[in-house]
């Protein structure tokens, strides 16, 4: 009950953290994946959430979301550089990469993983087999007018 109560607690800390962090420099797009990751995290049995600081779990959090969603790329719009996450939580880098690909292993992330990234990025990055054989990228299906 005790260890119950210290990830209830932690998982509302981080979520408080994220939403502050996403206010002043997410859109509520990637607000919400980067909440809806966290919830993710949260629902795993085997993944203790209460060592470390909240601070590295909120930052590695926000990590992965910019990482799946190409915001550390200068020509994205929402460019956010590592340096910007790791600064406003008062992490390392070093720190916050080695949790964001541990949260990714543990949570099987990949790249274009649906509900985390934009379905732009989603649909580029599926494949599709088509019952001839032929596979494509979900995107190009869509605009064949076959999905």
């Not at 550390?72 to 720190?95: E, H, R, S, V």
């Not at 990055?125 to 605009?143: E, H, I, R, S, Y």
Request: net charge positive; glycine share 8%.
């Amino acid at each position: 009950m005790i260890l119950d109560a210290q990830k209830q607690t932690r998982i509302e800390e981080v979520r408080d953290l994220l939403g502050a962090f996403s206010s002043e420099h997410l859109t509520p797009e990637l607000a919400g994946y980067a909440l809806k990751l966290w919830e993710q995290i949260g629902r795993k049995r085997n993944y203790v959430i209460t060592g470390g600081a909240k601070e590295v779990w909120a930052a590695a959090v926000v990590y992965v979301i910019a990482r799946l969603n190409f915001l550390f790329d200068q020509k994205n719009p929402n460019y956010l550089p590592p340096d910007t996450i790791c600064g406003y939580f008062g992490t390392k880098k070093t720190t916050v990469s080695a949790r964001s690909k541990e949260i990714e292993k543990a949570c099987r992330i990949r790249m274009g993983q649906e509900g985390l990234c934009s379905s732009e990025i989603s649909d580029s990055l599926t494949f599709v087999q088509l019952p001839n054989g032929f596979v494509l990228t979900k995107q190009m299906a869509k605009d064949m007018g076959i999905m």
